[in-house]
């Protein structure tokens, strides 16, 4: 057999609006923030030479009259070499405009500080716009980011903040915003077709401008993004490294909508209602929002939801394998996924997730943190802007836990890619006739489902009264994912009632399950090999510990010493815990599901 296409979507351009407001603290007729921005816009410092030898701008907008944004123009983000000069010319940029400011008598600050006179004139959006090459590209790109707008919103929006904190909630900016709406789903990108979305627009929210939706598929042409796709969702971050791991996640969102269009798939449209339920949730609530699944059809019982986070981190998975693509490293998808994993996973709170998060951390540590002083001070220091806090956070609160997530995202990034179930935006197979030059007998071999992730896996098997089989099945997917296939993680992320019952549904009957009484020594002792045994005539078994806590990482390390068991059985961490016994013993469980191929291609 001989290859005769390879396929890989490579990122395009993109450019980043990094959004800051200007405040003056004795400011008087004449003499406000807005006279101030006007005067910078009329007279701007030159700024430093971004990666495409162009000098970064500067740009103001009539409706945010005391913000302004640094424009990078349009660069490339393809590899860490192109990321880290561009970052580094932003934080530069950041650090001129700063200064001038400074000099006119003026405070660059964050976007939210709750002291301006009118603190919704300086609420702005890090606007992030992407390249495309074709009307389809345009259309799917727009609708793939609408489908996961409350993810998005949630894990960027930013609050109000000043001496006293920062203010509960998600979004201050788009909690306020009268000329920000959702996004429409679009059917496609024809003229005629955006006019009638430009007509619905004007009859539901008596606003007729594309631009004014989450995602702006005709760009914004005051940010200098003309036929560009723009995202308006993510609120101004406070450092030039949280804005750089944010345009990383758009480009990853671009290229997974070349995917789609390579392959000739669409997306899914999200009920309208549902979109605009959820983006509200998310702008009240951020990561505490619960957000409502799109259940299809399906009406029966009470709707699921799914916290804000989990979603998140359900997204950021879907997004990994371009993110492999891109090179990134652990240290750049640090901001974006460590502390939401920390905090939806470990037994600790309080890790930082974002940027709110992060100002909440700093006022809590030191009570003029969030001085205007004290952060313009920042915004003028390069190499402060270009620091990734909510690490050095994390890592300062529980070094061990960041520690141990990072080494989990080592294994993300550095994993092979599995390949994913069919989803909600694709359309059904259809069924086709015999390829040419394809022998008959290869159209009866069985079906090999696609390999599942451990989220994936989970909700396959919380669908109610799924039958044993199906279970099976779903786990012999999860095994050929590839890596070290451990469950003890997704399943805290679930919440303990429903961890509990996913346990149930996966451990095996009775007469399956195995109790040892020590660590193994190999897949030849007596309670290892009853269990392969067992899982060869089966389908899966049970390796069950009950024994010291301080004994569990003495299982696990005899396991990884052990390696594959025979017969191309694999072995699963189900459960890795500790609990309290009678008269304060501390004990640990322990169990190992062992899970037997189906067929010879499956070893």
């Known amino acids: ?25 004795e400011n008087g007729p004449g003499r406000g923030a807005a006279e101030l921005v006007a005067a910078l816009l009329a007279n701007p410092p030159l700024l430093p030479a971004g990666p495409s030898g162009g000098p970064y701008c500067l740009r103001g907008s ?33 650090a001129q405009v700063a200064a001038e400011v400074h000099r006119r008598g003026g405070l660059l600050l964050p976007t939210g500080w709750q002291q301006q006179p009118d603190p919704t004139a300086g609420l702005c959006a890090d606007l992030h716009s992407a390249e495309v090459l074709s009307p389809v590209q345009r259309e799917l790109l727009t609708n793939l980011v609408r489908e996961h707008t409350a993810p998005l919103i949630a894990l960027t929006g930013r609050q109000l903040y000043g001496p006293g904190g920062v203010a509960p909630g998600g979004s201050a900016r788009l909690s306020r ?21 430009r007509t619905r627009l004007r009859q539901e929210e008596r606003v007729g401008r594309l631009e004014a939706m989450d995602v702006s598929p005709l760009g914004v042409p005051e940010a200098g993004a003309d036929g560009d796709v723009t995202l308006r969702l993510f609120d101004a971050q406070v450092t030039v490294a949280a804005t750089v791991a944010h345009a990383l996640l758009v480009q990853a969102l671009s290229m997974w909508s070349r995917d789609l269009e390579r392959t000739g798939r669409r997306v899914r449209q999200v009920p309208q209602s549902l979109v605009e339920q959820n983006r509200a949730r998310a702008v009240a609530h951020g990561l505490a929002a619960e957000l409502r699944v799109d259940q299809g059809k399906r009406v029966e019982g009470p709707p699921r939801t799914q ?18 693509q891109l090179d990134a490293t652990v240290d750049e998808l640090a901001p974006l996924f460590i502390g939401v994993e920390l905090a939806e996973s470990a037994a600790a709170s309080g890790f930082v997730r974002n940027e709110n998060d992060l100002l909440t951390r700093w006022h809590t540590d030191d009570r003029t943190a969030l001085a205007p002083e004290r952060l313009t001070q920042g915004l003028a220091t390069p190499d402060w802007l270009t620091t990734d806090h909510l690490s050095a956070a994390n890592r300062a609160l529980k ?10 995202l080592t294994d993300r990034v550095t994993e092979p890619t599995p390949q994913r179930d069919q989803k909600p935006h694709q359309k059904p197979h259809q069924k086709q006739g015999p390829r040419k030059n394809e022998k008959p007998e290869s159209r009866h071999k069985p079906h090999r489902p696609a390999p599942l992730t451990a989220d994936q896996l989970l909700d396959r098997i919380a669908e109610p009264d799924i039958p044993a089989p199906e279970v099976l099945d779903a786990l012999r997917s999860y095994c050929r994912t590839g890596g070290a296939l451990d469950l003890t993680r997704p ?18 009957q009775a007469g399956q399950r195995v109790r040892c009484e020590e660590p193994l020594s190999s897949w030849d002792d007596t309670a290892a090999a009853g269990a392969v045994r067992t899982a060869g005539e089966r389908g899966v078994a049970l390796l069950h510990w009950d024994l010291p806590a301080q004994d569990r990482a003495k299982v696990r390390d005899a396991l990884r010493r052990m390696g594959r068991a025979p017969g191309g059985v694999r072995h699963i961490l189900l459960t890795d815990t500790a609990y309290t016994a009678r008269e304060d013993e501390k004990r640990g469980t322990v169990e190992v599901l062992l899970v037997a191929p189906r067929e010879e291609a499956d070893r």
Do not use: N
């Open 177 to 197: 915003s009268f000329d920000q709406v959702s996004t429409r789903y679009l059917d496609s990108c024809s003229p005629e077709h955006l006019e009638r979305v």
């Open 307 to 324: 916290p804000a986070g989990r979603a998140v981190r359900a997204l950021l998975g879907e997004l990994l394998p371009y993110f492999r």
């Open 491 to 508: 399943l805290r992320s679930r919440g303990r009632d429903e961890a509990r019952a996913l346990r149930r549904v996966l451990r095996p």
């Open 399 to 408: 070094p061990g836990s960041w520690a141990a997530a990072r080494i989990w």
């Open 62 to 94: 009539a409706r945010v009259s005391a913000a302004l944004w640094i424009d990078t123009g349009r660069v490339s983000l393809h590899d860490r070499a192109a990321r880290t000069h561009t970052a580094g010319a932003l934080a530069a940029s950041v």
């Open 1 to 25: 057999m001989a290859l005769v296409a390879l396929y890989r979507s490579g990122p395009l351009r993109q450019r980043i609006a990094k959004g800051y407001s200007v405040y003056v603290p």
